[in-house]
């Protein structure tokens, strides 16, 4: 039997775009860049005046980033420089791993005061549910931090930085009026001013549908796969509200694409999964992470690549790198190239490798799979030959992709990896589509292809020495499972992100 192989670390490739100031037009921006980048330019003075204007350049654009950033997204020395201090930001962030509010945690010494846990979490299940005291959230932190406070003044700025304002429970009123408000009064966590848990489903296998509202009403799907055996969860999180590339097997397609989510709203799904697996009983801690909910990684590039390098910084989330992966239907050669700035595993949502039935599978498909692969290639080329692995993930629908033909056609495109990426490692993984309840188009018809067929697809790939794994379903029974997320808009949004 193979062995699973072993996620590889992609490395990070610090490529920043240069925004040039507004004034220049479209083509002195562009020659500038060129001649900056080709080190063509004939006078020495030119280039020194343009390499100043793209510095000043990115330090605005950083700047400008930061200005936006919130919480969550902001770097531990752009946090350390608003709190005053590594150690306050480290303390702060020792909180969001862990999926507690640092407003509450530092806001007093009580030991035993419990963590105020939002109804919609505490009704989620029938059991009930203890909250954790302040004592007990202490043991979870790094010894040598347990006891660095963050001081009044340091708590003031991180409450600019989450925009809210002093919560209710740290101010001293002990009237009869006040006590019956305050237990009335949903907990505050001050991740809310992202987003709040509104709903929150359980599997009959332990798999948890986390639904958040983001602060303009729309609402946005992660998923929380617990794995009893090693004692760890997987999240499965979402990068925008619906999609655009309108997938005929999916749920998120049909909905389009609302809007880009933030990289805070990306990352508060992390801190609320967090906060989930800790409290409930049947989750365990968060060690994968991957981009595989709600949206099109590719139209949501800079948030996207900002987040997943926050998911495995070790100083900020602190997962491994080959442990988050983005996953992507590559709407153009570009998104490979873009997307592979994160330090993260890639995966290619293929589906077909025979380019009419890709496009009837991803109708918004407008270039061939040899492109895209050629695409792929080159950015795998461009990585160390020990980190080259790439994922194809393909959901298969019986009678439609899953034909001996349709992997005899896979087996044959997936050549020209191993023909031109020395030491490259892939990996297909088949998912066995899920229902979507599709009243209309083309999923009206499709049906979940039996064990059988499945097996016979992977006996296909395997017998041409490729490594080939079927994805157990999870979370089928809530609408949790792959392809089925979807989400009704309570309000329009107030604006995009990208
Ligand atoms: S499968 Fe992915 S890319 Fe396709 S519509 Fe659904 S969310 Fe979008």
Known sequence: ???????????????????????????????????????????????????????????????????????????????????????????CW??????????????????????????????????????ETRSQIRERITPRRQSQGMGRNALQKLRQVVAVSPQPSAQKDNSATAKETETETEPMDSMASIATVTQLHRSLDGTAKIVLQLTDGLQVESVVIPWPDRETSSLCISNQVGCAQACTFCSTGRMGELRSLTADEILVQMYWAAKVCRIFPGLYPIDACIFMGMGEAARNVQHVVRAASHLVDPQLFQLAPRRVTISTVA??????????????????????SEDALRKKLVPTTKHQMVELRDSLIKVLLG?????????????????????????????????????????????????????????????KHYRKPSNGRILAFQKILVGKDMLCYVRTTRGDDESAACGQLATKASSKPNNKTD
């Open 383 to 443: 990585r160390p030959r020990k980190l080259r692995q790439i994922m194809l993930e393909l959901a298969l629908i019986e009678n439609v992709n899953d034909r001996p033909q349709d992997a005899e056609h896979l087996a044959e495109f997936c050549n020209a990896f191993y023909e031109k990426v020395p030491g490259v490692k892939l990996v297909v993984n088949l998912i066995p589509w899920n229902d979507i309840a599709a009243t209309s188009g083309p999923a």
């Open 94 to 131: 020792d909180c969001y791993q862990l999926g507690v509010d640092p407003l509450w945690f530092f806001e007093n010494d009580d030991p035993n005061q419990r963590e105020p846990i939002p109804h919609t979490l505490s009704k989620a299940l029938s059991l009930s549910v203890e909250p």
């Open 331 to 352: 709407p153009s050669p570009k998104a490979f190239e873009e997307l592979g700035k994160a330090p993260v595993v890639l995966a290619w949502s293929v589906h077909s």
């Open 1 to 91: 039997m193979r062995r699973r192989p072993r996620w590889l670390v992609t490395p990070f490739v610090i490529l920043q775009a240069i925004d040039l100031p507004v004034s220049n037009s479209w083509s002195s921006t562009h020659s500038l860049i060129q001649t900056t980048r080709t080190g063509t330019c004939t006078s020495s003075r030119r280039c020194v005046a343009i390499r100043a204007v793209a510095v000043d350049a990115e330090k605005e654009n950083a700047a400008r980033e930061a200005d936006n950033a919130g919480p969550l997204s902001l770097s531990l020395e752009e946090l350390a420089d608003i709190l005053g201090g590594k150690g306050r930001a480290k303390s």
